[in-house]
């Protein structure tokens, strides 16, 4: 930027060396009066001053809109690098917010794995406590058939024992009964 205004400022000096040496050359090639050189002089120097004072308002004009256009690229400069901040501290914060999610799923598995192992055991063990308890359950049902059968044949014995008391109580009723009227 700084080398565009230097070049038009380098290029109104040289128009100015130009429109000197046009009217030197003029002057010269007239041969004015000292008087009417003095005044053309002066009308020159006039215009000269006027023409320089617009080149110099023309530039200082350009050179105020290069530093406003300066100014707020280097704004836009800040509030990029503002922005790139604020992305890295973001990017940080995301990266170790991850590193800490990913801590937390390693123990999670990890837990995971030990649970599922104690489940496996505790299921193994369900099973042998079931596979008992289903050897028991079929002992007890082997036992109360048995108990059964056996007071089955108990309750018949006692029918039986019963009934021969019975008889032998009839039959010594019996003899009671001609054994009395044989002592009557």
Do not use: C, P
């Amino acid at each position: 930027m700084s080398l565009t205004w230097k070049h038009e400022v380098l290029e109104a000096l040289k128009e100015r060396d130009r429109k000197e040496s046009r009217s030197k050359e003029i002057y010269e090639s007239f041969q004015f009066s000292v008087d009417k050189f003095q005044e053309l002089k002066r009308q020159f120097e006039s215009i000269e001053k006027k023409d320089s004072q617009i080149q110099l308002e023309k530039t200082i004009s350009q050179l105020k809109v290069q530093t406003e256009s300066l100014d707020s690229t280097q704004r836009r400069l800040r509030q990029a690098q503002d922005k790139k901040n604020e992305l890295e501290k973001a990017n940080s914060e995301l990266t170790k917010a991850l590193n800490a999610a990913e801590d937390r799923l390693k123990q999670s598995v990890n837990k995971l794995m030990v649970l599922k192992e104690e489940s496996q055991t505790k299921n193994a063990s369900l099973e042998l406590v079931n596979d008992e308890l289903l050897s028991l359950h079929i002992q007890n049902n082997l036992m109360n058939d048995k108990i059964e059968s056996l007071t089955s044949e108990n309750d018949k014995l006692v029918q039986r024992w019963m009934e021969k008391v019975t008889k032998d109580a009839e039959l010594l009723n019996e003899a009671n009964k001609y054994a009395s009227r044989g002592r009557n």
